[in-house]
């Protein structure tokens, strides 16, 4: 993955600095027409030098403030990769320090654990397939595997104390997930789409009602 990202900023960078050689050639011949032809091609390079260099600081900019909000807890929303326009990882905050996380062409997601302190740690659930979010408490659905998008077991994650239950049985986990408040005809979401509606509407779980959250498995 890092040497595709490599090869991507080589090529932008590339395709910058033909673009600012005709940029430059074009500004050069339109401001220096009267000068020797050596002289025009020296400025146009140099012309060309200078915008390829104010891209590239624009672009590094761009991803420095990317990079000082990926130290925000509630603003980070995963990685921006700049050059393809796309992220290449997505991220929703739970409640600190817990988040659900996932790459690029990943079919399930992760809860972890993303402490400045120690780093990321996962915290088991590493194939969630989709969530619903009651209070500090994260319901989902779960696979066993990254080959298939078919749930096979539900999970309820406690973002108090990090502990989390796995229940093959759908029943044993509606009596379970009720304890919790959460209505037996929930909606399950799946994380991408989860991803878009709570940063598109700047959702904050920590306006959501709390539930009792004082349970352990």
């Known amino acids: ?15 910058l600095f033909v673009l600012s050689l005709c940029a430059g050639t074009a500004v050069s011949f339109r401001l220096y027409h009267r000068i020797s032809l050596g002289d025009r091609i020296i400025r146009s390079f140099l012309l060309g030098f200078g915008f390829f260099i104010f891209l590239l600081v624009s672009l590094g900019a761009l ?9 925000d807890y509630w603003r980070h929303r995963g990685y921006y990769f700049w050059p393809i326009l796309s992220y290449s990882n997505y991220r929703i905050p739970l409640e600190y320090p817990y988040e659900i996380y996932w ?48 749930p096979e077991t539900w999970f309820i994650f406690n973002c108090k104390n990090g502990q989390s239950a796995l229940f093959d049985d759908k029943e044993k986990f509606l009596k379970a997930a009720e304890e919790f ?19 598109a509407k700047g959702s904050n779980w920590k306006q959501k009602p709390r539930v009792r959250v004082d349970r352990e498995f």
Not at 63 to 71: G, L, Q
Not at 186 to 197: C, D, G, I, N, R
């Open 103 to 150: 790459g690029k062409g990943w079919d399930g997601a992760n809860i972890q654990s993303s402490d400045k302190q120690v780093g990321q740690r996962y915290c088991g659930l590493i194939y969630v397939i989709s969530i619903h979010k009651q209070g500090s408490v994260v319901l989902g659905e779960y696979s066993s595997s990254s080959q298939t998008t078919k």
């Open 181 to 199: 408040g959460a209505p037996t005809d929930m909606k399950f979401v799946p994380v991408k789409q989860a991803w878009k509606q709570f940063w």
């Open 63 to 71: 991803m420095a403030r990317e990079a000082d909000r990926s130290h």
């Open 1 to 15: 993955m890092i040497g595709y990202m490599m090869a991507i900023v080589l090529a932008y960078c590339f395709l």
